[in-house]
């Protein structure tokens, strides 16, 4: 079966300090692949999107990057985070070219003092 | 407008009551269609999956309208444990890539 994993749970950084949180697919190849952030009381708002290694669509203009580093790794990153990246932070795949659903790891509660 | 619009309640409803919840979607061209559950803190995940011809997964049942880019959600029954968010997520290629667009969610909260 598949299992995506997802780390930290939870995180406190100050203003200006980098990130990186990672999340790795295992029981699946060549799964699509989602960074997701959800700001307190909002709705999922999609950030990156990758359908293989190396290939990242960014959805939002922003400070954060992220890379596929290999099949099932995907990372997020930034140099310098900002207040406004606080937020509830979700790697998810899906099965690649299908309509089918997404899955989602426990997600990262990144609070940014 | 948004892709995916829901009302975002909360519905206050006593323990056996039936509670609907709507969606609308914007993209015409979508392809699937979900709901997901979000408890507090946590994760969404999968409630059950919507296709045209209507589906029904015990006390739930869901209904997706493509003409109307509509899509619902009905809970019979409902119970305690049923207090979450719930999101309507729809499916579609957009600007050259495929991805699962989330309604800002549907908070219930079932009462004693």
């Known amino acids: 079966s598949q299992t995506i994993h997802q780390w930290p749970a939870t995180l406190v950084q100050p203003v200006g300090s980098p990130l990186s949180l990672e999340c790795t697919v295992e029981?699946?190849?060549?799964?699509?692949l989602y960074w997701y952030r959800q700001a307190a009381g909002r709705g999922l708002q999609l950030l990156f999107y990758?359908?293989?290694?190396?290939?990242i669509s960014s959805e939002v203009p922003q400070n954060l990057s992220a890379s596929r580093p290999q099949d099932r790794q995907f990372i997020l990153s930034s140099k310098k985070l900002l207040l406004s990246d606080s937020g509830f932070y979700l790697c998810a795949w899906s099965v690649r070219r299908s309509n089918t659903e997404a899955f989602f790891g426990q997600g990262t509660r990144l609070t940014v003092v | 407008r948004k892709e995916v619009e829901q009302d975002p309640g909360p519905f206050n409803v006593p323990e056996g009551a039936t509670v609907a919840f709507n969606c609308t979607y914007s993209n015409s061209a979508s392809q699937s269609f979900f709901w997901y559950r979000q408890d507090c803190r946590k994760e969404p995940k999968l409630l059950m999956s919507?296709?045209?011809s209507g589906n029904e997964d015990g006390r739930f049942t869901a209904q997706l309208n493509r003409a109307s880019q509509y899509i619902s959600l009905l809970i019979r029954d409902s119970k305690l444990s049923d207090s979450a968010t719930y999101l309507c997520v729809v499916n579609s290629w957009t600007a050259g890539r495929r991805a699962l667009t989330f309604g800002s969610g549907t908070r219930l909260q079932v009462q004693p």
């Open positions: 990758s359908v293989g290694i190396g290939q």
């Open positions: 029981g699946t190849s060549n799964p699509n």
């Open positions: 919507v296709y045209s």
